[in-house]
């Protein structure tokens, strides 16, 4: 298979814990995405990545969150400390530059306790 | 105000009915337009680009028109398979993602 895969598919976490979740991207992609999507809504930006730079984070964001990808391959997203809040499907996409379409994989599903 | 609005519906239309979606973007500097759909409990997949001159992909028309800052998609003949959510996509070096608009095609 040569899609977007992640990992894992579900994550039942208690609050206050750490998770990391994995994204390996389609190989030839340079552009890599993370989203978040709660019932209802689109998929919300996370931060993206050109090769390894992190380009863009959202302000949206917590401090808790951070993201690499340290070789310009797979990338991972940590969460610390969970919320109850955080509990959402997270998404992973990836492209060839900039304004080409995107592939997502089939996402990470959290659920925090 | 959010940079990518659509109105969320639900559409509930019959088979064959044709149905249109709109989109605004805030950013004039976007690049690149995209519709995707996603399915229930799945990940967004292109559905199809959307271009300046307007373009087709059998029952499926998209129009951009960049001085409105606006977005369309027209479905003609619709069919049951076509309920789904249809996100409005647009490209400011990152993918920024309507709320998605739900159809629903009933028999």
């Known amino acids: 298979d040569t899609g977007v895969s992640q990992d894992p598919r579900h994550k039942i976490t208690k609050r206050g814990q750490n998770v990391t979740f994995r994204c390996d991207p389609i190989?030839?992609?340079?552009?890599l995405y993370w989203y978040r999507q709660t019932l209802g809504q689109g998929p919300e930006f996370l931060t993206y990545?050109?090769?390894?730079?992190?380009?863009?984070k959202s302000r949206l964001l917590s401090d808790r969150f951070s993201a690499e990808r340290p070789k310009g391959s797979f990338s991972t997203l940590e969460i610390q400390r969970t919320e109850q809040g955080d509990s959402a499907m997270y998404l992973c996409?990836?492209?060839?530059?900039?304004?080409?379409?995107?592939?997502f994989g089939q996402g990470t599903r959290l659920t925090v306790v | 105000r959010k940079e990518v609005e659509q109105d969320p519906g639900p559409f509930n239309v019959p088979e064959g009915a044709t149905v249109a979606f709109n989109c605004t973007y805030s950013?004039?500097?976007?690049?690149?337009f995209f519709w995707y759909r996603q399915d229930c409990r799945k990940e967004p997949k292109l559905l199809m680009s959307?271009?300046?001159s307007g373009n087709e992909d059998g029952r499926f028309t998209a129009q951009l028109n960049r001085a409105s800052q606006y977005i369309s998609l027209l479905i003609r003949d619709s069919k049951l398979s076509d309920s789904a959510t249809y996100l409005c996509?647009?490209?400011?070096?990152?993918?920024?993602f309507g709320t998605g608009t739900r159809l629903q095609v009933f028999p």
């Open positions: 996409a990836s492209s060839w530059q900039g304004a080409a379409e995107a592939f």
């Open positions: 190989s030839e992609h340079n552009r």
């Open positions: 990545f050109q090769n390894e730079a992190q380009l863009e």
């Open positions: 950013n004039s500097a976007s690049q690149s």
């Open positions: 959307v271009y300046s």
């Open positions: 996509v647009v490209n400011t070096d990152k993918l920024i």
